[in-house]
C-alpha cells in the first residue's frame, strides 16, 4: 500500500510518494525526461541564433548521404550512442560493479556512478544539439504546415498520455481538503488522512495484475512514451541535427534499450511468460494481432490523467513562439 503520513501537510512529501512508486527502471527515464526539460529550458534562454546566422545555413535536399555527412548529426548521434551503450553496461554488469567496489556502500556507489555517466552523456548529446540546432543542412523553413503541426500534436498527446498512465491517478478530492472545504475525520488512522490529502491516490493500483491499463500497448511504456512524446518535436524539426536529435537518436536508442530490458528481465525471472505472451515490446502490436483489446485498454486508462497529457500536449501546440525549442 503506497501512503505517506506527510502527504497531507507537504506536497514534497507527495512528489517523494511518486518517485519511489515508480520501478527502478521508469526511475531512470524519469530522470533523463527531467534533464531533457531543464537542458531544453537552458537552450531556450540562452541558445538563441541570429536571423543571419540561421540565413547561412546551407540548405539542401535530405538524403542519406547528406544527412550523415552534417557535422551536428554526427556529434548528437554520437552522443545518443554513448547514452545507449552506457545503460546496456551499467545494466548488463550491475552485479560485477558493485562487487567490484566492496563493502556496504555498493549500491551507493553504484547508483551515482550511473546517475554521473547518464548526466554526463545525455548532457553532451544536448549540447551539440544547442551548437547545432540552426546550422548544417536545413532541408525545410517556417512556418510548417497545419498537417505537420496536428501530427506533432497527436505524437506528444500519445506521449504524454501514455507517460500519465504510469503516474497513481490524481486525487481531485485533496484539492477540496487543502482549500479547507471538506474536512477529515479526525479518528482515521494518519496514514488514512494522509492518503486523502495526497493529490495521488497510491493505493487504486495495488490489487491489479502484471498486464493492466497501457501496458496492454507495450510492455514498456515509460521508453515508447518519450519516444513519442520526442517524435513529436521530429515532425516540427527544420535541420537535419533536429532530426536526429529528436527522431533518429531516441528511436534507436529507446527500442534498443527496451530490447536489452526484455532480455535482462528474462534472465532474472522478472518477465513472467503470461506477461511475455501476452503483450509486446514495440506498441500496438499485441492489438493488432489479437493478443489484447482495444476496448478493455480504454476501459482502464485514467481519464483524469489522461485529460491532463491532453492539456499539456494542447499547451505544446499552442505555447507562444518564444517558448518553442523547435522552430
Same mark, same amino acid.
Given at each position: 500500500?503506497?501512503?505517506?503520513?506527510?502527504?497531507?501537510?507537504?506536497?514534497?512529501?507527495?512528489?517523494?510518494?511518486?518517485?519511489?512508486?515508480?520501478?527502478?527502471?521508469?526511475?531512470?527515464?524519469?530522470?533523463?525526461?527531467?534533464?531533457?526539460?531543464?537542458?531544453?529550458? @537552458?537552450?531556450?534562454?540562452?541558445?538563441?541564433? *541570429? %536571423?543571419?546566422? +540561421? /540565413?547561412?545555413?546551407? #540548405?539542401?535536399?535530405?538524403? $542519406?548521404?547528406?544527412?550523415?555527412?552534417?557535422?551536428?548529426?554526427?556529434?548528437?548521434?554520437?552522443?545518443?550512442?554513448?547514452?545507449?551503450?552506457?545503460?546496456?553496461?551499467?545494466?548488463?554488469?550491475?552485479?560485477?560493479?558493485?562487487?567490484?567496489?566492496?563493502?556496504?556502500?555498493?549500491?551507493?556507489?553504484?547508483?551515482?556512478?550511473?546517475?554521473?555517466?547518464?548526466?554526463?552523456?545525455?548532457?553532451?548529446?544536448?549540447?551539440?544539439?544547442?551548437?547545432?540546432?540552426?546550422?548544417?543542412?536545413? @532541408?525545410?523553413?517556417?512556418?510548417?504546415?497545419? *498537417? %505537420?503541426?496536428? +501530427? /506533432?500534436?497527436?505524437? #506528444?498527446?500519445?506521449?504524454? $498520455?501514455?507517460?500519465?498512465?504510469?503516474?497513481?491517478?490524481?486525487?481531485?478530492?485533496?484539492?477540496?481538503?487543502?482549500?479547507?472545504?471538506?474536512?477529515?475525520?479526525?479518528?482515521?488512522?494518519?496514514?488514512?488522512?494522509?492518503a486523502m490529502g495526497c493529490p495521488f491516490d497510491f493505493n487504486a493500483y495495488k490489487d491489479r495484475g502484471e498486464v493492466y491499463g497501457i501496458t496492454r500497448v507495450s510492455r514498456r511504456p515509460e521508453l515508447f512514451g518519450l519516444?513519442?512524446?520526442?517524435?513529436?518535436?521530429?515532425?516540427?524539426?527544420?535541420?537535419?541535427?533536429?532530426?536526429?536529435?529528436?527522431?533518429?537518436?531516441?528511436?534507436?536508442?529507446?527500442?534498443?534499450?527496451?530490447?536489452?530490458?526484455?532480455?535482462?528481465?528474462?534472465?532474472?525471472?522478472?518477465?513472467?511468460?503470461?506477461?511475455?505472451?501476452?503483450?509486446?515490446?514495440?506498441?500496438?502490436?499485441?492489438?493488432?494481432?489479437?493478443?489484447?483489446?482495444?476496448?478493455?485498454?480504454?476501459?482502464?486508462?485514467?481519464?483524469?490523467?489522461?485529460?491532463?497529457?491532453?492539456?499539456?500536449?494542447?499547451?505544446?501546440?499552442?505555447?507562444?513562439?518564444?517558448?518553442?525549442?523547435?522552430?
Amino acid at each position: 500500500v503506497w501512503t505517506h503520513p506527510d502527504c497531507f501537510t507537504s506536497c514534497w512529501g507527495c512528489f517523494w510518494c511518486l518517485v519511489h512508486s515508480l520501478t527502478a527502471s521508469s526511475r531512470v527515464y524519469v530522470c533523463c525526461l527531467v534533464k531533457l526539460i531543464v537542458l531544453e529550458t @537552458f537552450i531556450v534562454l540562452t541558445g538563441r541564433m *541570429s %536571423a543571419a546566422a +540561421a /540565413a547561412a545555413a546551407m #540548405r539542401g535536399k535530405l538524403t $542519406v548521404g547528406t544527412f550523415f555527412r552534417d557535422r551536428g548529426v554526427r556529434w548528437v548521434l554520437g552522443g545518443w550512442t554513448l547514452f545507449t551503450v552506457e545503460n546496456i553496461i551499467m545494466s548488463e554488469y550491475r552485479v560485477e560493479i558493485r562487487r567490484s567496489w566492496g563493502g556496504g556502500g555498493g549500491q551507493g556507489a553504484y547508483q551515482s556512478l550511473y546517475s554521473l555517466l547518464s548526466a554526463s552523456t545525455l548532457g553532451s548529446t544536448m549540447l551539440a544539439y544547442w551548437r547545432f540546432a540552426r546550422f548544417g543542412l536545413e @532541408f525545410r523553413s517556417a512556418p510548417l504546415p497545419i *498537417s %505537420a503541426r496536428f +501530427a /506533432a500534436f497527436l505524437l #506528444r498527446a500519445a506521449g504524454l $498520455v501514455t507517460l500519465g498512465q504510469l503516474a497513481p491517478p490524481l486525487n481531485l478530492n485533496a484539492a477540496t481538503i487543502a482549500l479547507g472545504l471538506e474536512e477529515v475525520n479526525k479518528e482515521l488512522p494518519a496514514e488514512v488522512r494522509g492518503a486523502m490529502g495526497c493529490p495521488f491516490d497510491f493505493n487504486a493500483y495495488k490489487d491489479r495484475g502484471e498486464v493492466y491499463g497501457i501496458t496492454r500497448v507495450s510492455r514498456r511504456p515509460e521508453l515508447f512514451g518519450l519516444l513519442f512524446l520526442s517524435l513529436g518535436g521530429a515532425v516540427l524539426a527544420t535541420t537535419a541535427t533536429q532530426v536526429a536529435f529528436y527522431g533518429v537518436g531516441p528511436a534507436v536508442c529507446f527500442t534498443i534499450l527496451g530490447m536489452h530490458s526484455d532480455r535482462t528481465q528474462r534472465m532474472n525471472g522478472q518477465l513472467s511468460e503470461t506477461k511475455e505472451r501476452e503483450t509486446s515490446l514495440l506498441p500496438f502490436v499485441a492489438i493488432m494481432d489479437g493478443r489484447q483489446s482495444l476496448s478493455q485498454l480504454l476501459s482502464e486508462v485514467d481519464p483524469v490523467n489522461a485529460s491532463v497529457g491532453l492539456g499539456l500536449a494542447g499547451f505544446f501546440a499552442l505555447r507562444p513562439h518564444w517558448m518553442r525549442w523547435v522552430r
